[in-house]
């Protein structure tokens, strides 16, 4: 069982560059989640798409973009990569939207540094 | 902007002690949820509470939702080794801007020795 896959798991950036974070669930869920994680922060929401072909922003969503590229993928970009977007990255997903207590799902994690 | 404080931030006990975490806030969630995180791996849902005054028990865990749905609380009854983790609270509120989204606590580091 895949659950919420995401890649990669770990990547090094140098300040300025782009990339992509990749996330597919095979659970036939509506909504999906970009979260971030700090230390003594929790988990802070960036991006989140509650059905296919909607994205909305979260809490902290400056220097990213999503893409809900159909009902299983949301990517998450990072168009000039900072050090302040040094963080462990995060994708979810539920079958609705969280309010309605559904269970939300976590991938392992994407481990992102930025030098 | 709704937050949750979590208290305490890290708990270091001995195998067979009982703790408790706070999860408070000044705002009505709709729902809670307590989640289990461990090193390398995304967080786990423990248990989800939507009534004011809900308790729910898990084996050793007892969860508790405030009257007010403003806080909670988890219990652990003689806590072993393999309870060591991050916890983690969120909420969610259904209506208006908040729409679908959790809001989680800072998250408390339970270490329990042997």
């Known amino acids: 069982n895949a659950g919420v896959t995401q890649t990669p798991k770990f990547q090094v950036l140098k300040t300025g560059q782009s990339m992509t974070l990749q996330c597919a669930q095979d659970m036939n869920h509506n909504s999906m989640y970009w979260y971030r994680q700090d230390p003594g922060m929790g988990l802070r929401l960036i991006y989140y798409s509650a059905s296919e072909g909607t994205t909305d922003k979260g809490e902290v969503p400056n220097g990213y973009n999503v893409s809900r590229l159909n009902k299983r993928e949301f990517s998450l970009r990072l168009e000039s990569a900072a050090p302040s977007q040094t963080s462990v990255y995060f994708c979810?997903?539920?079958?609705?939207?969280?309010?309605?207590?559904?269970?939300?799902?976590f991938g392992e994690g994407s481990w992102l540094t930025v030098v | 902007t709704q937050l949750l404080e979590q208290s305490p931030q890290f708990l270091s006990i001995q195998e067979g002690e009982n703790l408790t975490v706070y999860c408070n806030s000044s705002s009505v969630f709709s729902s809670l949820q307590w989640y289990r995180q461990e090193p390398g791996e995304g967080p786990v849902l423990l248990v989800t509470v939507v009534t004011g005054g809900e308790v729910k028990k898990l084996k050793r865990l007892t969860f508790q939702f405030g009257d007010a749905r403003k806080d909670s609380s988890l219990h652990i009854t003689a806590a072993q080794p393999g309870d060591t983790g991050l916890y983690l609270c969120a909420g969610t509120n259904a209506g208006g801007t908040s729409y679908g989204k959790l809001t989680f606590g800072q998250g408390t580091i339970l270490t329990v020795h042997p």
């Open positions: 979810a997903s539920s079958l609705e939207g969280a309010h309605s207590g559904n269970t939300i799902y």
